[in-house]
């Protein structure tokens, strides 16, 4: 991860990450790498935005037994969190956020869109 301060209001971050999940069947295990710039700003009335697309991609190391091919997934994401920056219990804040994730897969089974709503607490800030 990457964080570049724009000023003492805003940041932009860029994270890069792989992954090796390694299981029994080979067909489980993959490689997985994920691309995700984020931005975050204050706004009015103590709140706060942390924006976060991402692109991710997986590849299987073999085919799983039904398929004749080995499974490979492009997903693409969007998050967004708002931030109530001036209420705090044991410093950390509340936040609602919505995470839009589209996933492509060469096996059609795979494949899927998904919207997920979150209500949390967070220290970022």
């Known amino acids: 991860s990457r964080t570049h301060y724009l000023s003492p209001r805003a940041f932009w971050r860029l994270s890069v990450s792989g992954r090796r999940a390694i ?7 993959y490689w997985l790498s994920r691309i ?11 709140t706060a935005i942390f924006v976060e697309p991402s692109v991710l991609w997986r590849r299987h190391d073999d085919a ?14 969007l998050g967004a969190r708002l931030l109530k920056t001036d209420w705090s219990a ?5 936040y609602i956020g919505v995470q839009l994730t589209h996933n492509d897969s060469n096996i059609p089974l795979y494949e899927f869109d998904r919207t997920r709503y979150e209500f949390g607490v967070t220290r970022l800030y």
Do not use: C, N, V
Request: hydrophobic share 40%.
């Open 23 to 29: 299981a029994e069947a080979d067909a489980e295990s």
């Open 36 to 46: 995700a710039p984020a931005y975050y700003t204050i706004l009015p009335f103590a």
């Open 64 to 77: 799983s037994f039904g398929f004749s091919r080995i499974r490979q997934d492009a997903e693409s994401g």
């Open 90 to 94: 044991w410093g950390f804040s509340p």
